[in-house]
DNA sequence: CATGAATGAGTTTTCATTCAT
DNA sequence: GATGAATGAAAACTCATTCAT
């Protein structure tokens, strides 16, 4: 539950992922310091680094001095920096995406569906800061043909959470006075806030921060 | 309601501006292309490709070619590059203290005084979408010490802003629910969060937008 | 007897120098041109123009060009110019102290080890002119810390000079008239001021020279 | 008796210096802060700078600020940078000058009149290291013509004290064993090298390191 | 699989000097 | 006499990427 995780997947653009799941003995033997195998080095480097001083300020070779592994390494796994920032978005997306299903799909009243998901994203967003910070501040970084694919992907992700909120508005249990999409960017501005201000070390634990900014949509949605 | 605009005072960093202030003709006469002097085209022109392009992503060069001078010139106004960024945010910071000054001093019920200073950061913010997506994006690019200027005058807007919602809270108008502290950042998250979203030829003018920002702020803090 | 000479060590900044010791091999095959490894070549060029212009008037681009290599190379030898500079500093410093060890340690009287210490440092100052013009007129180009370094191992080499000095005025074979410090630092400018005068085409072999100044050195020792 | 001292006579290569040396208030008005005029006060800021930090690390703007004025009046008095270190060197030049043909032309046996002259140089350099350190540190700096013009008066020097040896040899009071020319070289080597470890906080004073030195010189000499 | 030497275009910044006022 | 804005060339250094081994 540190400030970065990078998840149990590996990315390996120049393999197939599914025969390297089974067998454990199939991840690359190269695991010099720790048990960590290298790309999951790589990705976790970049990601402290990246959220520390920035895409741009962060240099491949610091890159693979905190990884523990040389260039070649690094451009054997990934095809270039860019792919290296696309992996972490890639890996934020597909984690929140399946939280906002579980949530959205889950068998209650829409109040508490949406309650359940906009405390969610707070709780893994604060989780995750170094994710989030990347994810705010470098996007712009990603190059055309990727930045198409986050942005596609965020919308879907946008539009997800959108219609729940819709519905609560058709069922007559969420005012109608603002747009369904203007309250869906309202609640994401301060979760992409929270990167700015929220300190592990504060008052709050990231849970509280989550029922407090659930919250308070919930009652700006109230009738 | 241009997307950048640049102030009209002239930064001078080897003197102080007491005694430029007097003599209004004291500005350089040289204007070469258009009538803008200098300084002022190059804070422009690096305002802009800041908001276009990212502190890091933009060049010494594209900048004074931008604003038609030679590099000489640029850091004949400016220390740094880094300084031309801290003139960008001190701009910024300056308008938006007094606009809040202005409403959260009207003698107005605390209500209307909360909701005209959330509505007019939106509507400035807007107006000056540039400078909040540099502010918002490049804060972090700052060196130590400009950063901590400026971190400090954000702290005093902070506070400026929850002072207003505390007062509300101790009347008995706003709820006590959440911690001041968090409605601000809630709402401030919704207001960086404009430079990611809005745009200009979108549905909504930036008035509408803000009131109803405005308004989803003080349905949350419905007692 | 040519003007400069570069030693046979590789400089290699970001590994210790321990590993490569072992493995002859291990210096770079790279050598386009010639056959001389590129450090070396480097090394080599930056002394030559160093001795001829100073540290100052010497562009890197000036270096890598008579080095027939890039700056890049350049920099993945050296962590900067300055560094360069040190290099050189190093391989004198150490050929001298060597060489004073020798004499110093010799099984003689004291008159003919001073004497044989006092004429070397002068034979092996002309025959690297270059790195001597660089030395005494260079050091203050260093940073801090590598000058700290400089002098330091300066000293150590003057003291160990002195000593023989000092131990022959304990013997009553050379005066004490004038203090030993004073006696290496008259000594030593004869042998920086070489550099100014000096010419190979002169008159006076290196040896002769030498002779010329051991023996002004004992006269003016006589008791 | 400060580190280092610029002269009295005001260098004005755009003007005749005789007539301001009469009427006081010819020299220039222009004398801000205290009461020297502009160009010893630019003079004396070079000097300093010049032994401090070296000519190519002193910039324009560093000497002008010291000397409190700006660049333009810099250039109204001196043709260049350049210019300014060409003034320093002739007003050494003179100085020293003067006084080996004071000391040489006494009417003193040869040995008083070496000795003299030996011991005084030493002193006035030592009273103006500055001045010391630039001459021997930056003479390459200059550009050619005027290196040609500094480097024959230093010959004349050398070769007026080079007479006095010879006249010493002559009368048989000096050694022969050495050729002149190298005493004399051997004599300045340690001069030069004052001011690499001289300290004016040392144990020994100015006249204290001259008679020291030039009794090794007359003791080098005896025969 | 992995290395690390090498590239080359790029970066920000400095600076002596000029010139209109 | 003096100003200081502006120039333009050059400075040191960085870095993502390639490729022979």
Chains 1, 2, 3, 4 share one sequence.
Do not use: C
């Not at 407090?212 to 949509?217: F, G, P, Q, R």
Request: hydrophobic share 35%.
């Amino acid at each position: 539950m540190g400030r970065s995780s990078v998840g149990n997947r590996v990315p390996r653009p120049t393999r197939t992922e599914s025969d390297t799941e089974r067998r454990v003995a199939a991840v690359p033997r190269t695991t010099d310091g720790d048990g960590t195998p290298v790309p999951q080095r790589l990705l976790a480097a970049a990601t402290r680094l990246f959220a520390e001083q920035g895409y741009d300020r962060t240099s491949v070779q610091e890159i693979v001095e905190a990884a523990g592994v040389t260039k070649g390494a690094l451009y054997h796994y990934f095809g270039s920096k860019d792919d290296l920032l696309h992996e972490v978005y890639a890996r934020v997306l597909r984690l929140q995406q399946e939280r906002l299903d579980h949530f959205a799909g889950a068998d209650e009243p829409i109040e508490k569906r949406l309650r359940g998901a906009a405390a969610d994203v707070v709780v893994t967003t604060i989780e995750n800061l170094d994710d989030a910070s990347i994810f705010f501040r470098s996007m712009h970084h990603l190059g055309p043909e990727k930045n198409k694919q986050v942005r596609a992907e965020r919308r879907r992700y946008h539009e997800r959470f959108r219609a729940l909120i819709e519905e609560g508005q058709r069922e007559g249990v969420f005012s109608t006075a603002t747009p369904a999409d203007l309250v869906v960017d309202y609640h994401f501005g301060s979760v992409h806030h929270l990167s700015t201000w929220y300190r592990p070390d504060g008052p709050l634990s990231p849970q509280e921060v989550a029922d407090h900014l659930a919250d308070l949509l919930l009652r700006a949605l109230r009738p």
